[in-house]
């Protein structure tokens, strides 16, 4: 089964469509996603959406760039929450967190620190609670597998990677999978495409980031200049006839491994996932006063 392991289906992209957009998925195949959420604002609104649709689950975290308009009040509501949803079936990682020195408003010393101070507290509570994580990394490895190396079994998904073979030893090695989305699809992104046709079948899992990361054949006029474009989670099928193409695999061989990989490192999506709980377009409300995210 398809699986996009990481969507944004609450964001406000979606508030037109967002029933369309869940149907187009369920037509392409898709069987369940997750939903993160990206700081406090919107820890109801993905409960609520997730809880709405049958195969999807949803975690909570506090994303890096939403550090800075954070505070510790914050991350006590996060624990809160946890605690409080701790029996909830959709529940299923904590994240969207991590580390992010690539844009260059948190790339100062004062919000390095400060996106540290967050990472470590959600790890600590990923502990607690006995859930895996999804990491948002950009030009971090290193410091976010730090981290991990002093809370060994955590494991999780890291998002969107982007790193050496090296690093991407080191997550696997710690129980994580990584992530391949729309970036994999552009023939210029060879260090993501040889990590994608190269690693061990059991090191991949299939996102879209949706709205986010468009892949390579979106947002095309007819001249082949690219515009602004809108990702979404049906493009997760495409995506994986890309990497099945990059592995040299059968199509339904690498769907059924990237299936197992991400219920092997988010277990809670066996149960979100069971047999008798079909996508239904028609349940899916639109949540309000979705709180809008970074990439």
């Known amino acids: 089964m398809l699986i996009d392991t990481h969507c944004h289906l609450d964001a406000a992209e979606f508030d037109a469509d967002r029933l369309a957009v869940v149907a187009r998925a369920r037509q392409a195949g898709v069987a369940g996603l997750i939903i993160p959420a990206v700081s406090r604002g919107n820890f109801q609104t993905v409960r609520d959406l997730a809880r709405s649709v049958p195969g999807v689950g949803y975690a909570l975290g506090i994303h890096p760039l939403y ?37 260059p408003e948190a790339n100062t010393s004062a919000l390095r620190d400060r996106q540290e101070h967050f990472y470590v507290r959600q790890l600590d509570l990923a502990r607690q609670f006995g859930l895996p994580v999804l990491l948002h990394v950009r030009r971090s490895q290193d410091a976010l597998l730090k981290q991990l190396r002093r809370r060994p079994a955590i494991g999780g998904i890291a998002h969107a990677f982007n790193g050496s073979f090296q690093q991407a030893a080191q997550f696997l090695d710690l129980g994580f999978a990584l992530g391949m989305g729309g970036a994999m699809t552009f023939a210029r992104a060879l260090q993501i495409r040889r990590l994608a046709a190269q690693l ?76 008798g709980s079909p996508w239904r377009g028609d349940a899916v409300t639109a949540p309000e006063g979705p709180e809008g995210r970074p990439g």
């Open 67 to 103: 550090v800075a308009r954070s505070d510790e009040g914050d991350l006590d509501v996060l624990a809160e929450c946890l605690a409080a949803w701790r029996d909830d079936p959709r529940l299923v990682a904590i994240g969207e967190i991590g580390l992010d020195y690539f844009v």
């Open 200 to 275: 061990p079948e059991t090191a991949l899992v299939l996102e879209t980031d949706a709205p986010d990361i468009p892949p390579a054949w979106l947002g095309l006029d007819a001249d082949g200049r690219r515009r602004p474009a809108r990702n979404e989670p049906a493009e997760v099928a495409r995506m994986a006839e890309v990497l099945a193409g990059l592995r040299a695999t059968p199509f339904k061989t690498l769907v059924a491994q990237c299936a197992a990989n991400a219920c092997r490192v988010v277990p809670r999506l066996r149960a979100v996932l069971s047999p």
